[in-house]
Structure formats: C-alpha cells, structure tokens
C-alpha cells in the first residue's frame, strides 16, 4: 500500500505516512491492523488529533513517539529508518521535503545532514567502540 503526500512534503507528513503503512499493513502481511481510535487512546490523545497527526498536520511529542514506537513493536530506530528511506526515495522523484509547510511555502527546503541535526539537538553521535 502506498500513501500518496504531496509534490512537497514534510518530514512530518513522511512520519505519519510511515505510521499509517505500519499501522495497516498490507495484504498478506501476518501483522494486525491497528484502528486510528486504538492509537489515539493508547497515546491518550483524540482520533481528530491523531489523523492529523497522520497527515503531517500535527506533531508527535517525544513521549507520544517513545510510547508508540512500543505500542507498534517497532524500534523507534526503525521508525527513523523507515523515514530516511521514504524522504530519499521522494527526493528521487523529484519531491521536495522541507521542515516545515511555511518552509516548502517559501521555497526554503532545507537539507540537513545527520552530524547537522545531532548537532542542532546538542549531542554528537559516537561511533559504537569509541572511546568518549
């Protein structure tokens, strides 16, 4: 099952269309489907709030993607991969993912590295074996 976004998109949006596949796997796939309403309560959240949060239209706390990361079974390191891999098939296609919607707005699609986005965080990664 594909989901369609946008010809620019957010992160956000690749997130939630990431969860959604997760959420309903496709034909064949020996995986349970997971109704929007069992998320949302399990989050603690409304569905409204939830399907946005599916849409890109609304972001997930850190807590909210730590508790569904479990909920689904999926290392939240998965999550992550899952992401980049759709942000880099999309941007092969020629679709523009930006930060946020005023960015793609203004035509400012920002590409930012992983050492960028550790840094901006305050933390750098260290490689497994590294002395710290």
Known sequence: MTTSLPSGTTYQAVLGAV????????PGDHAIKITQSAVAEQLGITVSTWSRIERGDSALSLEQLLALAAYLEVPLSELFKAVEEKVLELKNQGVHVGISKAALADHRVVELSIPQLTS???????PTGALV
């Open 19 to 26: 969860i959604q596949q997760l959420r309903r796997p496709t």
């Open 120 to 126: 901006i965080a305050g933390f750098a990664l260290v």
